[in-house]
């Protein structure tokens, strides 16, 4: 599928787990929007393989290992961050799925810290930093349909991706009047490169719960997130945008 086309020239975004899956999408549309990007993600293989992998881009793109859990590691990504924001798109989050029950103090924290508190320290950190010319400053934040619906083994990663809604719309009310949309975009089943090594009879009985009868693409979300942090989408604030193919319809 192509890429919605958008140019973001002189503009500049910051993409949370943007050295893989999602986030690595998001960053490739941006790049290729021609615009620059600070990729800022823990995992310090993922963030060597996308630097290999966007080298023909690599006046534009800036590659930083952050931690979004610590304030102090988002004060040094921002201190290193080359251009100032126009765009921030917090889309760092983790998994620790079980059921109530056996859902232990750890699996809880780690998600909340992480999907939850991540993004306020990522937000709060770098909100200074946008680019006070700009009247076009975009915030979008990746949910999920289970922060909408809720999902059996996921009280955590539900609560934590249900607060980020709330926190879209609250940020939406109080940043307005300074140049910004905040918004956020709520997943359903994306491929990914753990969805593909699931079985072939998983993958179908996934995909026939969806009204489209197939899995999302990473592609799918990130032209959501283009649309989002355009200037033609500058009257949508607050918004959540479902990218699920109806599952939940
Ligand atoms: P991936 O695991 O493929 O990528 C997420 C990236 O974020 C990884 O590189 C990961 O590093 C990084 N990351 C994790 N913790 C931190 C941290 N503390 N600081 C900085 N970076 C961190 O995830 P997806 O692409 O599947 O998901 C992206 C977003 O979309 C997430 O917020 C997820 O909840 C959401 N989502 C995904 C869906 C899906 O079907 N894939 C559906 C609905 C929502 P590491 O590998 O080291 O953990």
Known sequence: MSNLQFSFKNKAAVVT???QGIGFQITLSFLQAGGNVAVWDYSAQALEAAKKEL??????VHFQQVD????????QAVQALPWPADVLVNNAGITRDKSFGKMSFDDWNAVINTNLTGLFNVTKTLSEKFNPQSMNKRIINISS???????FGQTNYAAAKAGVIGMTKTLGKELGRKGFTVN?????FISTAMTQAMPKET???MAAKVPVARLGSTADIANAVMFLASEQAGYINGAVI?????LVI
């Open 17 to 19: 787990g943007g050295a």
């Open 55 to 60: 080298s023909s881009f690599k006046d534009q």
């Open 68 to 75: 979004v859990t610590q304030k102090e590691s988002c004060d």
């Open 145 to 151: 349909v289970v922060g909408l619906y809720g999902n």
């Open 184 to 188: 956020a975009v709520a997943p359903g």
């Open 203 to 205: 993958l179908d009985a």
């Open 242 to 246: 479902s990218v699920d193919g109806g």
